[in-house]
């Protein structure tokens, strides 16, 4: 089951709504919160999750930290492409969860 804590879905053609999508998915319901349990700088985390840093984003070693942290793909937080989820984790995830990685993917091609 998702857990969706905004009614304004993420825009996940930008790493910022990749970054409040994993985050929502990880059961943070807040950027305050998953800064703060991470012992993040909350302004910096809130700064990347709302996308006040268009022009740098976010750096390649904070994309490996929330990555980590939030359990989804480095390389897909940065760019969007590729999964969600890195490889090796895929055959851990329940059928509903597979099947809404597969639903992502196809939504990403026909955009």
Do not use: C
């Amino acid at each position: 089951m998702m857990a969706k804590f905004n009614d304004t879905p993420p825009d996940l053609s930008l790493p910022s709504g990749r970054l409040r999508w994993a985050r929502e998915e990880a059961g943070y319901r807040s950027a305050r919160e998953a800064a703060r349990a991470r012992g993040w700088s909350e302004n910096t985390y809130r700064s990347h999750e709302d996308g006040n840093r268009v022009k740098r984003g976010f750096k390649p070693d904070d994309a490996e930290k929330y990555a980590r942290a939030f359990k989804v793909s480095e390389h897909w937080l940065m760019t969007g492409k590729g999964g969600a989820v890195p490889a090796p984790q895929v055959e851990a995830l329940s059928s509903e969860e597979a099947e809404l990685i597969r639903l992502m993917r196809e939504a990403k091609r026909r955009a």
